[in-house]
Nanobody, 115 residues
Framework: QVQLVESGGGLVQAGGSLRLSCAASGSIFSLNAMGWYRQAPGKQRELVAAITRGGTTTYADSIKGRFTISRDNAKNTVDLQMNSLEPEDTAVYYC?????????WGQGTQVTVSS
């Protein structure tokens, strides 16, 4: 049992920045990787960024270097620093975590970028 709680979403102007945070609790010893996905209305949920316990990262091509994911294994938190936000980034952002047998999801946090 793992619980994920996101925070940091909100409304921001185009070109602005937000920092999303995800806190994991429960049986966190089993987690291999954590990351961020997003889902806009009518679209599939897509990967934004992910990071393994060992520090390997992956990013979606669409963010074009604007976002940075970081993880503190000791504190069991993952952050997503989002810079140069665009209206196309508007979506619900979900924290996720992987164990060897299960995938966990947070409740989501809304990010809205106004033009």
């Amino acid at each position: 049992q793992v619980q994920l709680v996101e925070s940091g979403g909100g409304l921001v102007q185009a070109g602005g920045s937000l920092r999303l945070s995800c806190a994991a609790s429960g049986s966190i010893f089993s987690l291999n990787a954590m990351g961020w996905y997003r889902q806009a209305p009518g679209k599939q949920r897509e990967l934004v960024a992910a990071i393994t316990r060992g520090g390997t990262t992956t990013y979606a091509d669409s963010i074009k270097g604007r976002f940075t994911i970081s993880r503190d294994n000791a504190k069991n938190t993952v952050d997503l620093q989002m810079n140069s936000l665009e209206p196309e980034d508007t979506a619900v952002y979900y924290c996720n975590a992987f164990s060897s047998t299960k995938i966990y999801w947070g409740q989501g946090t809304q990010v809205t970028v106004s033009s």
